[in-house]
């Protein structure tokens, strides 16, 4: 059994006809992602946690930002990538839970799309998959600024389904 926790934050640009990825789901928003790659930070602290259990560096080590190759790299290949190191060693997620800090908008509406999106990703069930949506408390310079989120993973030895 490993454990894995991982962290991330970008920056948010205004934008007219935003939107952001949580997952792979589209979240409508006032805002974009500042981000080398399709910016989602829910991917990228899950796939670090996954990495960091099997004692393994960051993502940015297997994929650099500012290089060509991950220019709008879908983030669903990270984790992949992240997945084949633990499938490799006989490991599957049993469990993941994530927190996902930002001012708006409110992501209840949002939840169990996002949870479903996870799970499938991650080869398990929504049960196993915990998401909690934070805020900034209207802290400058955070809120509406920036989105964070910090992910933990548990791998235990078996198949994914
Ligand atoms: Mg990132």
């Known amino acids: 059994?490993?454990?894995g926790l991982?962290?991330?934050i970008h920056r948010f640009k205004k934008s007219k006809k935003g939107f952001f990825l949580l997952s792979g789901v589209r979240i409508p928003s006032g805002f974009r992602m500042d981000a080398h790659s399709d910016g989602d930070i829910m991917l990228h602290a899950v796939s670090d946690a996954i990495l960091s259990a099997l004692g393994l560096p960051d993502i940015g080590v297997y994929f650099p930002p500012?290089?060509?190759q991950t220019r709008n790299i879908n983030s669903a290949?990270?984790?992949k990538y992240a997945l084949?190191?633990?499938k490799k060693r006989k490991l599957k997620v049993s469990g993941a839970s994530i927190v996902?800090?930002?001012e708006k908008p409110k992501m209840a509406p949002y939840r169990a799309e996002i949870q479903y999106a996870l799970a499938k990703l991650l080869g398990t069930t929504m049960d196993k998959v915990g998401i909690t949506f934070k805020t900034f408390e209207n802290l400058k310079?955070?809120?509406n600024c920036a989105i964070s989120c910090?992910?933990?993973a548990l791998l235990t030895e078996g198949k994914r389904k």
């Open 66 to 68: 500012g290089k060509p």
């Open 141 to 143: 310079p955070f809120a």
């Open 84 to 86: 084949h190191n633990a």
């Open 6 to 8: 991982g962290y991330d």
């Open 100 to 102: 996902v800090v930002l």
């Open 1 to 3: 059994m490993r454990i």
């Open 77 to 79: 290949l990270i984790l």
């Open 150 to 152: 910090m992910a933990t």
